[in-house]
Antibody
Framework: EVQLVESGGDLVQPGGSLRLSCAAS????????MSWVRQAPGKGLEWVSG????????YYAGSVKGRFTISRDNSKNTLYLQMNSLRAEDTAVYYC??????????????WGQGALVTVSS | QTVVTQEPSFSVSPGGTVTLTCGLS?????????PSWYQQTPGQAPRTLIS???TRSSGVPDRFSGSILGNKAALTITGAQADDESDYYC??????????FGGGTKLTV
């Protein structure tokens, strides 16, 4: 059974930084592209960032490019999202998502339960 | 910037059939966009219904089906049930590792 468990969500001040982690199990982690998807309160889903199977390819939505960095450690079956220069509009539940098996197939197939990030002073 | 479009809301009678669509502000959706569909109820994580146009996820009833209709991706629910009342989202793969969600459709049964 695929399991994706996010951690690291917290309350942070505007301009601050936070790192989310996603521990994966139940599948061969290194064989799948991975993504982060967020949902602001009362809003729809927004694809934020993706990473290729090897970690050599990283991809970002325009709203976070230059501020967020996605990475993965295939030896630890863990996905990360480093978030810098956080803004109030980054407040959301962040979901870790498993993609497909082709190099950059970042559309979500399986989902974690989400981690809440609140950006407020 | 290309926008992925969905109907904001839709209503269907119990037992009825409804087709939700997923389009592009410019251009046509094809299988090359690997359209996928998700169901979400309030307070819950999304659930994947359909991947890569028409592949149902494990455990998804066969009354949910995906296709390309004209220039859009489509999710058809046949024999709608009360617990199908949810928000439905599509996602399109734009290439170069980028995926984009539609704004979602609120389905009332």
């Amino acid at each position: 059974e695929v399991q994706l468990v996010e951690s690291g969500g917290d309350l942070v001040q505007p301009g601050g930084s936070l790192r989310l982690s996603c521990a994966a199990s139940g599948f061969t982690f290194s064989s799948y592209a991975m993504s982060w998807v967020r949902q602001a309160p009362g809003k729809g889903l927004e694809w934020v960032s993706g990473v290729s199977t090897s970690g050599g390819g990283t991809y970002y939505a325009g709203s976070v490019k230059g501020r967020f960095t996605i990475s993965r450690d295939n030896s630890k079956n863990t996905l990360y999202l480093q978030m810098n220069s956080l803004r109030a509009e980054d407040t959301a539940v962040y979901y870790c998502a498993k993609g497909g098996t082709t190099f950059s197939s970042t559309w979500p197939v399986d989902w974690g339960q989400g981690a809440l990030v609140t950006v407020s002073s | 910037q290309t926008v992925v479009t969905q109907e904001p809301s839709f209503s269907v009678s119990p037992g009825g059939t409804v087709t939700l669509t997923c389009g592009l502000s410019s251009g046509s959706v094809s299988t090359s966009y690997y359209p996928s569909w998700y169901q979400q109820t309030p307070g819950q994580a999304p659930r994947t219904l359909i991947s890569r146009t028409n592949t149902r996820s494990s455990g998804v009833p066969d009354r949910f089906s995906g296709s390309i209709l004209g220039n859009k991706a489509a999710l058809t629910i046949t024999g709608a049930q009360a617990d199908d009342e949810s928000d439905y989202y599509c996602v399109l793969y734009m290439g170069s590792g980028i995926s984009v969600f539609g704004g979602g459709t609120k389905l009332t049964v």
